[in-house]
């Protein structure tokens, strides 16, 4: 597999959006079930949204579930995570991944970017 970077990370107030990137390079990215993870400080790394290869199902986690969007571009080799409706508790470094597979699990994805910082303040 091949490398996945993540861009976009930033800091924003509560209520703001804000659109993270994950591009792929050296992959077939059209092959890849891609998802996002976050790990805030002192608290375990947590699944939030997978998207399947063509992007017409995607998944998510209850915490982020109505107010995140996963999409991707398969032309760009590029995955999306469309924030909104921030709030602190979203306060974490996020991970883009890719998975041969289907899952929604942390353990189902074998390849990670290495993460991109997102802050929201009050």
């Known amino acids: 597999q091949g490398q996945l970077v993540e861009s976009g990370g930033g800091l924003v107030q509560a209520g703001d959006s804000l659109r993270l990137s994950c591009a792929a390079s050296g992959q077939s990215f059209h092959n890849y079930f891609m998802g996002w993870s976050r790990q805030a400080p002192g608290k375990e790394r947590e699944f939030i949204a997978v998207?399947?290869?063509?992007?017409?199902?995607?998944y998510y986690a209850d915490s982020v579930r109505g107010r995140f969007t996963i999409s991707r571009d398969n032309t760009k080799k590029t995955m999306y995570l469309q924030m909104s409706n921030m709030n602190p508790e979203d306060t974490a470094v996020y991970y883009c991944?890719?998975?041969?597979?289907?899952?929604?699990?942390?353990?189902?994805?074998?390849?990670w970017g290495q993460g991109t910082q997102v802050t929201v303040s009050l």
């Open positions: 998207i399947n290869l063509n992007g017409d199902w995607t």
């Open positions: 991944a890719s998975s041969p597979h289907a899952t929604t699990t942390l353990a189902g994805f074998n390849n």
